[in-house]
């Protein structure tokens, strides 16, 4: 009961301390680069912004972690499926 009350008021857990300020700190990082990159880029210069964003894309590999999130989602289709036909098999409905 005592543990609620601390984690209720505020106070967190010694372990999770260091992710929240690690998180906390890429926020910052990510604000602040986000600041650079806006200051040095003219609204009306899109040329910039693609040639920003492309650049983004390759360094942060989104194009990467995209093609692997929808390959695995996939692939895990049709076990799902299959996992659903295995419990509709066991759940018996009564008849009418």
């Not at 857990?13 to 990510?30: D, K, M, V, Y």
């Not at 009306?44 to 929808?70: C, E, L």
């Amino acid at each position: 009961m005592a543990d609620d009350a601390t984690s209720s008021s505020g106070a967190s857990s010694p372990h999770s301390t260091p992710a929240r300020a690690l998180q906390e700190s890429l926020i910052a990082e990510a604000k602040t680069e986000a600041l650079r990159v806006q200051s040095e880029l003219d609204k009306t210069d899109w040329g910039a912004i693609a040639t920003s964003v492309r650049a983004h894309m390759k360094s942060g590999r989104i194009n990467v972690a995209a093609q692997a999130f929808a390959y695995r989602w996939f692939l895990s289709i049709f076990p799902t499926i299959i996992a659903l036909l295995g419990v509709a098999t066991l759940v018996t409905l009564p008849q009418s």
